[in-house]
């Protein structure tokens, strides 16, 4: 997030896509609840009626996949009506006229042809943004999970900076990450393409780093590593021979399960590193158990960049052990004897090479948590990102429009229906942790979402046993129906493994970051 949590409280206006908030990110859903019953303007984008569509000034539920339309149709309005902060666009950014063209054919009514919003609504939501004077975007994996999700990300981004609505209180683009230390993750380097702070790979200077800290090097070429879905072809092909997952459950979250269950028991060895015997840790060769997180001490790292401190309260169960002083050990037997003896000296490594946490040591954070960037230990870390000039050398930020493209796979005669998954607010992720605590009793198995309409159409009654097909499977739950979700559109909950959700998801995904179009 570009912003923190009590920016909230200064946001004259809130813009909610793709993110079911109130269930997925109760916490944060509740402080914009408390925000709008404050005085501020809510605008939200959700096809299916969740919770804060009540609470909205605009409602718009857009035919699912249809983002970039209605976002570029909301930045028509704005540009045509002068709405658009020119003197941010003139200091602070550049490409504006590429943004300008593109969107120019993305009148209301064109956008409404692709969306399925009213004109009228798409101009009602685009002057209430536009007029702040302090708005601020909030999207989660409605938004990014789409095969056009980099796209989608973009229309956010630009929508922002064309109105002037970053680097202060009440504003931002903040994506709500969908884990708890997905963050820290991506800071410290869990991703194919690049180095802890986000170095990438194949840069001289990546190299020059490597072997000053580590004392290794990358091997030539600077080759990247393969992503989640990546690795799932590779494997599925017989090119990917072992794989280490340490606290993931592809098995249940990831797409096409037929698909993932085909590449993990054709790989040599499997290596699953899990704080319980998951639908993943039951095909795997080996298990290595883990201690959770009262178990442990170390830091995490949440969705406003905020670093933590976790202190052990108790001692792990049997052979479980910290994550870091697994692979310490690993280490070890694979002939390279890392000096780290507690979580504190990973943490200091940490800071060595990502320069955003140089100045977050351990002493400060028993103090409280503190917020990268914090280059230096006086420093008092950042609550609000770009407050004076964006990372780019000139300090400005780029316009990057792009036009609508429709979905991997859009109804047809063959498939009339569109689904789509998600969370509940009884479970987490694939349910290894909720489906074994006392919420679990809530909701204990799969329930798929039928508009009424469509349920009459097809005989089908409440509560019902039915089936729901896809070009990859099938998978049965009981129905239930609702006008949350539009007519024929249905939704199913992914925290089942026994009736997997992700059995009807396609194994595609976003060409620029890779991300399976959910």
């Given amino acids: 997030m570009t912003n923190d949590y009590d920016s909230i409280k200064y946001a004259d206006s809130i813009l909610v896509i793709g993110s079911n908030t109130t269930e997925a990110h109760p916490v944060i859903g509740s402080m914009i609840k ?3 019953r404050k005085g501020a303007k809510l605008i939200v984008c959700d096809p299916r009626r969740i919770e804060l569509h009540g609470l909205a000034t605009v409602s718009i539920r857009q035919k699912s996949g249809s983002d970039v339309a209605l976002l570029n149709g909301m ?27 593109i969107v120019a054919k993305y009148t209301p009514e064109y956008a409404e042809n692709i969306s399925g919003v009213p004109a009228e609504i798409i101009r009602d939501a685009a002057r209430i943004y536009a007029a702040g004077p302090n708005s601020a975007i909030f999207y989660a994996m409605g938004i990014t999970q789409h095969t056009n999700g980099t796209n989608n990300v973009r229309s956010c981004c630009n929508l922002a900076l064309l109105c002037g609505m970053l680097g202060r209180p009440g504003t931002g683009v903040n994506p709500l990450r969908g884990q708890n230390n997905v963050q820290g993750a991506c800071d410290v380097g869990c991703l194919p393409a690049v180095l802890p702070g986000y170095l990438k790979v194949g840069l001289p200077q990546a190299v020059e780093k490597i072997k000053k800290l580590w004392g290794c090097e990358i091997p030539q070429g600077g080759q990247t590593g393969l992503s989640v879905a990546t690795m799932m072809d590779s494997a599925a092909r017989g090119e990917l021979k072992a794989l280490y997952i340490m606290g993931e459950n592809p098995m249940v979250t990831d797409a096409d399960t037929n698909h993932v269950a085909k590449a993990l028991k054709n790989l040599d060895l499997l290596v699953v590193q899990d704080i319980f015997l ?30 933590q401190m976790l202190n052990k309260a108790v001692d792990p169960p049997g052979e ?9 050990e690993l280490a070890k037997r694979f002939g390279h004897p890392w000096e780290f003896f507690t979580a504190e000296d990973v943490f200091n490594d940490i800071r060595k090479f990502n320069a955003a946490y140089s100045g977050i040591t351990y002493e400060r954070l028993k103090i409280g948590y503190l917020q ?24 400005k930020a780029a316009f990057s429009p792009c036009d609508w493209e429709p979905p991997y796979e859009w109804p047809d005669k063959e498939y009339p229906f569109l689904a ?18 006392a919420t679990g009793k809530f909701v204990r198995e799969l329930y798929i979402e039928i508009h009424p309409s ?3 159409a097809l005989g089908i009654k409440d509560g ?21 979700v539009p007519e024929k559109m249905l939704f199913l909950p992914f925290h089942f493994g026994e009736a997997s959700a992700n059995l009807l998801t396609a194994s595609v995904w976003d060409p620029t970051s890779e991300t399976p179009g959910f």
């Fill in 34 to 36: 408390e925000r709008v």
């Fill in 75 to 101: 930045m028509n309005v704005i540009i045509n009506e002068n709405l658009h902060d020119s003197r941010f666009i003139n200091s602070r950014t550049d490409k504006f006229d590429q943004l300008k063209s």
């Fill in 278 to 307: 998951t639908e993943t840790a039951q095909i795997a060769d080996v298990v290595l158990p883990a201690a959770c997180w009262p178990e442990k001490n170390g830091t995490c790292t949440n969705t406003i960049r905020a670093v």
């Fill in 320 to 328: 479980a052990r910290d994550d870091w002083t697994v692979f310490v």
């Fill in 372 to 395: 990268w960037p914090c280059p230096d230990t006086g420093h008092p870390g950042t609550p609000v990102l770009h407050t004076e000039k964006f990372s780019r050398p000139d300090g």
């Fill in 420 to 437: 789509t998954t998600g969370r509940n607010l009884y479970h987490y992720h694939s349910g290894s942790m909720s489906r074994r605590s």
């Fill in 454 to 456: 469509d349920a009459e």
């Fill in 464 to 484: 019902e046993r039915i089936t729901v097909a896809s070009r990859r499977g099938a998978v049965a739950g009981r129905s239930m129906i609702t006008d949350a």
